[in-house]
């Protein structure tokens, strides 16, 4: 086994006697950068945000943010990473810190490093200018969050700023211009990203394996129950700092080709379950319009540039985002072990509160969704916040109209019970009806009472109940609006 250690600002340093839930934050922190900033260790402020070199499709690397509060250290051996103290100096500032400084956009300065680190991903991102003709055309959710130089403001959705206020920091982004050709971090994406390398580290009794081969993996899965596998770790980081949780042995499973692909056929969409939920965001690129909707809902991009839907499904979350857009959209859950390979109905998957068919020896390997894919499809999160907020209900729509009558119908329910769900009787109640405000009104009454929605600090019972009442009404009037070929 290789030294385990970490590129940091182009500068090689040994990870030698972390314990094995330390940190990239606290770990950085302790090597005396200190620039990412401790604001809430569970992902919600971005203060700790840092670069990292990851694999772009095309065999190049993107410079992209991430939350250094939630992955585990060891999850980063070999890997380069840049922090806010590797972008410029106070003598040299990057373009990027520049233009914070001159648009005011700093003040008490706790959130400034992470904000750097999430502009400069998107100073970088590699066709940033090119969306400028179409800006209004990109994001599904909300338009016009462009500037005039193809910035995209949702890449500091996960960056909060208490003092300043965010006008002089979209000030600051919307005045960067294209780095210059010799900018040392440009060139560097012109090469490929860092391959992953297998990690075995063994500190007061806790280990951290990256194991070389998806078949070894397989064979930890089987042989070590207690065996925790971590993916992007937006959800363990959050175990592992909030709630003290600690496991003897994580297992890190994202680097593996065979949980990272994404293969379109006439039949299907397989998506691995260890690809970012960013990347396939930007891989797919509108063509599942349901997931294009979800993906500026769930959480912020540096979440997104982490977390997989292996870990959504993994954690069996009520409220997870993902599985009642699966549900709608027919997904099967392809689950692996050691033994061999097996295809679930996302729609038979789990089985109580954060319970699941999936075995303790078996990983999510990928998700398929069949094709063709509905044409009225609307997914409809009802959360506290628009944005960078977890879900009271989720409702997730897939209707095929023919002629004015509803010929297929599959509604996936987040928030209304111990498990995601999918709303049957309400299906039943839509298919071979036409496709007006009466059969709506009466649908919307039998999707009411679908679930079992209990009352939290999220949500009361009704109130739940009450959304998704209104939730087909809700995709009926965009309909009529859109004036889609639907009318009876
Ligand atoms: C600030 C913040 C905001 C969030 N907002 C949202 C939101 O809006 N919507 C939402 O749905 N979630 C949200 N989440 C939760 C989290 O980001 C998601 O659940 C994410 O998809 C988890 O993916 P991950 O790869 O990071 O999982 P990890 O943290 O790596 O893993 C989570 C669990 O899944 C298991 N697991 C991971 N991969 C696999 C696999 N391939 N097979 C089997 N088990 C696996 C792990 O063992 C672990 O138990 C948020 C989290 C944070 C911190
Ligand atoms: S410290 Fe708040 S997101 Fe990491
Ligand atoms: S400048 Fe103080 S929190 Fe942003």
Not at 234 to 251: F, H, K, M, Q, Y
Not at 410 to 434: F, H, N, S, W
Request: aromatic share 4%.
């Amino acid at each position: 086994m290789n030294d385990i250690a970490v590129n940091v600002n182009g500068k090689s340093r040994p990870l030698t006697g972390a314990p094995a839930h330390t940190t990239a934050l606290d770990w950085l922190r302790g090597a005396g950068l200190s620039g990412a900033k401790e604001g809430c260790a569970e992902g919600e402020c971005g203060a700790c945000a840092v670069l990292l070199a990851t694999p772009t499709p095309e065999g190049g690397t993107a410079w992209t943010s991430v939350n250094s509060c939630l992955v585990p250290v060891y999850a980063l051996n070999g890997q380069e990473v840049i922090t806010s103290e590797g972008l410029g100096s106070p003598d040299a500032l990057h373009p990027v810190q520049d233009k914070l400084a001159e648009a005011g956009g700093s003040q008490c300065g706790y959130c400034t490093p992470g904000f750097v680190c999430s502009m400069a991903g998107e100073y970088y991102r590699d066709g940033r200018e090119a969306v400028v003709e179409s800006a209004d055309e990109e994001c599904p959710v909300h338009d016009g969050e462009h500037g005039p130089n193809g910035f995209d403001l949702h890449a500091l959705s996960g960056n909060l700023c208490r003092c300043t206020g965010y006008r002089p920091i979209r000030d600051a982004a919307y005045a960067l211009g294209s780095p210059e050709s010799d900018d040392p971090l440009l060139q560097r994406l012109a090469d490929p990203a860092p391959l992953p390398v297998a990690t075995a580290a063994t500190v007061d009794g806790s280990r951290f394996i990256r194991p070389a081969s998806f078949d070894e993996t397989l064979r930890l899965l089987r042989d070590e129950p207690d065996a925790l596998l971590v993916a992007g770790s937006t959800d363990w980081g959050v175990e592992v700092n909030i709630r003290g949780s600690r496991a003897p042995l994580v297992v890190a499973i994202e680097h593996h080709e065979e949980l990272r692909r994404l293969v379109v056929t006439d039949d299907e969409i397989e998506i691995g379950a260890a690809l970012p939920l960013s990347e396939i965001e930007s891989r797919l690129g509108g063509t599942v319009p349901l997931l294009a909707q979800l993906f500026p809902q769930f959480a912020s991009r540096l979440i997104r540039n982490r977390g997989t839907i292996g870990g959504n499904l993994g954690t069996g979350s009520p409220i997870g985002d993902t599985p009642p857009a699966l549900l709608a959209l027919g997904a099967h859950v392809v689950l692996t072990s050691a033994d061999g390979e097996r295809e679930v109905d996302l729609a038979e998957y789990f089985t109580g509160y954060r319970q699941s068919v999936r075995r303790a020896d078996e990983l999510i390997r990928a998700v398929r969704i069949p094709r063709p894919l509905a044409k009225v499809t609307s997914f409809q999160k009802i959360a506290k916040r628009r944005f960078d907020d977890i879900s009271s209900v989720a409702v997730a729509f897939a209707l095929d109209i023919e002629d004015g009558v509803v010929t297929a119908a599959k509604i996936g329910l987040g928030g209304v019970a111990a498990t995601p769900l999918r709303a049957r009787a309400t299906e039943d109640a839509l298919v071979g009806q036409p496709w007006n405000v009466g059969t709506v009104r009466a649908a919307s009454e039998i999707l009411g009472g679908e679930g079992t929605p209990m009352s939290d600090h999220r949500a009361s019972s009704e109130y739940r109940a009450l959304m998704l009442n209104t939730a087909l009404l809700k995709l009926y009037s965009t309909t009529v609006l859109d004036n889609k070929e639907v009318s009876a």
